[in-house]
């Protein structure tokens, strides 16, 4: 079944749980019911994808104590955590990862997951726009939680075989490629370009509350066994995906719905590309005309490296965290993981405020630039200062968090929805998960990258780590500066216009 219905057509069969609660109500659900369910739904989804995503980086410091750094001695095989010559709580380590090569077998497993994850969002934006986003992103959420879980199984069955899990993290990664691309689509559907840069903003905090929501129950659950830190987020994400396929609805056409106030513009401009045989039909966008989309390429190269700083400190910060001191005193894995969120909760403040201000600016590349840029600083202050003190970590990374998250954000919801239904493809509203897929699976492999490169050096010399980090942050901004410059010279164009319009009134 198609994700929106040629013209002329009837409706899509309407999702059961729809059905139900028109049924109910005894009439039909208004519009913007729809958008509410939209969004919320779409939000509790990768919110969840998230959560799935997190744990890995929360049982790392778990699975690999590094107990060499302490001069403390753990037995392989013990789950229990013990105490700490300082008092705190560290895991006691699994093989394989607990030996010398621990951090470099960790940081495998993360380009692993994300390598498959940036190959998966090629294939998963091509097919998303050939078929139903809601089954699709079910299936993909189904699946996650399936691989997320076993994950976990391992803990139990007394797994040490490295390819046990790396398999599983391949497989994960495949099933959450269907994700992104989902469900930037499925709100692409519902939404037009007014405001979306501060709808999408705020919608994007699903990122950090799944990330949040991740550390938390991870954390929590790793004082039973890091076992439950995979199963649960794991039951988590498929229960929801059970909740999008009863409930999600695509587009406004596949339930026979109309905006009263401004129909949404992927169903109002439905691409009529005439084929050779004279018939009308809807064509879906290719691969590579979609990378033809002026701004595609540079904002997705941009991406490359911001969402490369991004994922380092996804994967691997709560690591960082317990194997720094901080103010003389080494963190356990718990309170670790718990501290970390913290950096989530400053990328929800910053994706809100580029969302806002690209709005309120409508320039799109140039707040991206300038989060991008004030990163830089910011990293250096918390990689210099972070240990001074707790309460001088905590300032430090909910501001590091700000400006790290806020283009990544904003890439990758208002800008990405902003190109798949750019002017250039005349209405054609099934270019959007093609676009997304494009944008963040370019992304995403510098999200590989980074903490597989984190894996290796943080062994050695975690300033180096942070050198890498700032070096990419100046890199994506330097990729935006033609679009900058475009959107300044338009600006001095409008103000110009503007003068002289009011000139010629007086």
């Keep these: 079944m198609g994700s929106i219905a040629e013209p002329g057509s009837e409706p899509a069969k309407k999702p059961l749980g729809i059905r139900f609660v028109e049924y109910v109500k005894g009439g039909s659900i208004s519009f913007k019911t729809h958008q509410a369910i939209v969004l919320v739904l779409t939000f509790l989804a990768y919110a969840s994808y998230h959560a799935a995503r997190k744990t890995t980086s929360v049982v790392k410091s778990a699975l690999d104590p590094a107990s060499t750094k302490y001069g403390l001695t753990f037995s392989p095989l013990e789950k229990r955590p013990v105490v700490t010559q300082n008092g705190g709580l560290r895991a006691s380590g699994w093989a394989p990862f607990n030996g010398s090569?621990?951090?470099?077998?960790?940081?495998?497993?993360?380009?692993?997951?994300?390598?498959?994850?940036?190959?998966?969002?090629?294939?998963?934006?091509?097919?998303?726009?050939?078929?139903?986003?809601?089954?699709?992103?079910?299936?993909?959420?189904?699946?996650?939680?399936?691989?997320?879980?076993?994950?976990?199984?391992?803990?139990?069955?007394?797994?040490?075989?490295?390819?046990?899990?790396?398999?599983?993290?391949?497989?994960?990664?495949?099933?959450?490629?269907?994700?992104?691309?989902?469900?930037?689509?499925?709100?692409?559907?519902?939404?037009?370009?007014?405001?979306?840069?501060?709808?999408?903003?705020?919608?994007?905090?699903?990122?950090?509350?799944?990330?949040?929501?991740?550390?938390?129950?991870?954390?929590?659950m790793l004082r039973y066994g890091w076992g439950w830190s995979f199963v649960v987020p794991g039951i988590m994400i498929a229960s929801v995906g059970v909740s999008v396929f009863l409930l999600l609805p695509v587009t406004p056409k596949s339930v026979g719905v109309t905006d009263p106030d401004e129909a949404p513009e992927s169903t109002t401009k439905q691409p009529l590309l005439v084929s050779s045989d004279?018939?009308?039909?809807?064509?879906?966008?290719?691969?590579?005309q979609a990378w033809r989309i002026p701004g595609v390429a540079p904002f997705a190269l941009c991406l490359f490296f911001t969402k490369l700083v991004a994922y380092t400190f996804l994967y691997w910060l709560p690591f960082y965290i317990s194997h720094t001191a901080i103010d003389g005193k080494y963190l356990s894995s718990e309170t670790a993981g718990d501290l970390s969120?913290?950096?989530?909760?400053?990328?929800?403040?910053?994706?809100?405020?580029?969302?806002?201000?690209?709005?309120?600016?409508?320039?799109?590349?140039?707040?991206a630039a300038m989060f991008t840029y004030c990163a830089i600083p910011a990293l250096f202050l918390y990689r210099s200062y972070g240990h001074v003190s707790l309460s001088v970590n905590i300032a430090l990374m909910l501001i590091t968090g700000v400006f790290v998250n806020a283009p990544y954000a904003l890439i990758t919801t208002a800008v990405s929805a902003d190109l798949g239904t750019h002017g250039s493809l005349?209405?054609?509203?099934?270019?959007?998960?093609?676009?997304?897929?494009?944008?963040?699976?370019?992304?995403?492999?510098?999200?590989?990258?980074?903490?597989?490169?984190?894996?290796?050096?943080?062994?050695?010399?975690?300033?180096?780590?942070?050198?890498?980090?700032?070096?990419?942050?100046?890199?994506?901004?330097?990729?935006?500066?033609?679009?900058?410059?475009?959107?300044?010279?338009?600006?001095?164009?409008?103000?110009?216009?503007?003068?002289?319009?009011?000139?010629?009134?007086?």
């Excluded at 004279?278 to 590579?288: A, H, I, S, T």
């Excluded at 209405?427 to 992304?443: E, H, K, Q």
């Design 101 to 220: 090569d621990g951090s470099s077998l960790l940081g495998e497993l993360d380009v692993a997951f994300l390598a498959v994850y940036a190959s998966g969002m090629y294939f998963a934006g091509h097919i998303g726009d050939r078929v139903n986003l809601r089954i699709f992103l079910a299936i993909g959420m189904i699946g996650t939680g399936v691989f997320t879980s076993l994950f976990g199984v391992g803990y139990w069955a007394n797994i040490h075989s490295f390819y046990y899990f790396l398999v599983l993290q391949m497989l994960a990664g495949l099933f959450q490629s269907t994700g992104w691309p989902s469900v930037v689509a499925v709100v692409g559907n519902w939404f037009g370009k007014k405001k979306r840069g501060l709808i999408m903003g705020v919608w994007n905090a699903h990122t950090s509350v799944g990330n949040i929501t991740g550390s938390l129950v991870a954390s929590a």
């Design 341 to 367: 969120t913290l950096f989530d909760v400053g990328g929800v403040a910053g994706g809100v405020l580029a969302g806002h201000i690209s709005d309120r600016l409508n320039a799109r590349a140039t707040t």
């Design 278 to 288: 004279g018939d009308m039909k809807l064509r879906p966008v290719g691969f590579v």
């Design 426 to 506: 005349k209405g054609n509203s099934r270019a959007l998960a093609t676009v997304t897929a494009i944008i963040d699976g370019t992304g995403s492999v510098g999200a590989a990258i980074g903490p597989l490169i984190t894996g290796y050096v943080s062994s050695s010399s975690w300033s180096a780590v942070f050198t890498m980090l700032m070096a990419s942050a100046l890199v994506a901004g330097l990729l935006l500066t033609q679009l900058v410059v475009a959107e300044v010279a338009a600006k001095i164009r409008e103000a110009r216009q503007r003068s002289a319009s009011t000139t010629a009134e007086v």
